[in-house]
């Protein structure tokens, strides 16, 4: 195991639910990030968390909705999805230096995923 | 625009054989080169990073080299096991010179089947 888990590890949910995806590491870092993967197409970066400040909005959808409320949680509040929504949807965490930007530059760990379908 | 291009997208491979799967990248500048393990239904595990002065980095049977000049990686897989079927993705790192941070550029995958 990685050190990072998810929850739920599988989701189907209608267009009008609201759900959350919740994302735990036990390493010690201080840098978590949301991904959308997505079948034949690479890995999305949608959300990333420094120090528990956002740091980056890759022009993710309003109907998905990022909380840290610690370094070592973090979780994708999910309302009024599409379909195209559908993916595996992946937490990571990194230790990252200090100051106001996530400098990305170390190991990222991954946790299982939460497979999402949306109907 | 950065991009990273693996090929195969796919290969069939019976057991005990060894395989060798391509990532060609236009990220620049580089910092650094990973590969990732997907086992179907998990996240990705690391299996060997590389920086700009590293040419050949192994971890067990994957031998992964890296030519920085040609932009061009490989990953190597020495004697095949039916457990070392997976999506290997190749992601390659830039460094953003002014604000600071860093940028992970992904590949789509090559998924490999091992079979008896």
């Known amino acids: 195991e990685t050190g990072v888990t998810q929850t739920p590890r599988h989701l189907v949910m209608g267009m009008t639910n609201k759900k959350s995806l919740k994302c735990e590491q036990h390493l010690g870092h201080n840098a978590m990030y949301w991904y959308k993967q997505s079948a034949k197409k690479p890995l999305e970066l949608m959300f990333v968390?420094?120090?528990?400040?956002?740091?980056e909005n890759n022009s993710v959808p309003s109907r998905f909705s990022p909380e840290c409320p610690n370094s070592s949680h973090l979780f994708l509040h999910l309302h009024t999805l599409q379909p195209e929504d559908s993916a595996l949807y992946l937490c990571?965490?990194?230790?990252?230096?200090?100051?106001?930007?996530?400098?990305?530059?170390?190991?990222?760990?991954f946790g299982p995923g939460t497979r999402l379908t949306v109907t | 625009k950065n991009q990273v291009e693996q090929s195969p997208q796919s290969l069939i491979i019976l057991e005990g054989k060894n395989c060798t799967l391509q990532?060609?990248?236009?990220?620049?500048?580089?910092?650094?080169l990973r590969w990732y393990k997907q086992d179907t239904g998990r996240g990705p595990v690391s299996l060997t990073i590389m920086t700009f002065s590293e040419n050949t980095k192994s971890n067990g049977r994957y031998t992964a080299t890296l030519d920085a000049d040609t932009k061009q990686s490989s990953l190597h897989i020495t004697a095949s096991q039916l457990s070392d079927s997976a999506s290997y993705i190749c992601v390659v790192t830039d460094i953003i010179l002014t604000g600071g941070g860093n940028k992970l550029t992904f590949g789509t995958g090559t998924q490999l089947k091992v079979e008896l």
């Open positions: 990571a965490s990194s230790q990252e230096s200090g100051g106001d930007t996530a400098t990305l530059s170390y190991e990222q760990y």
């Open positions: 990532c060609n990248y236009t990220v620049s500048p580089f910092s650094n």
């Open positions: 968390y420094n120090f528990k400040e956002q740091t």
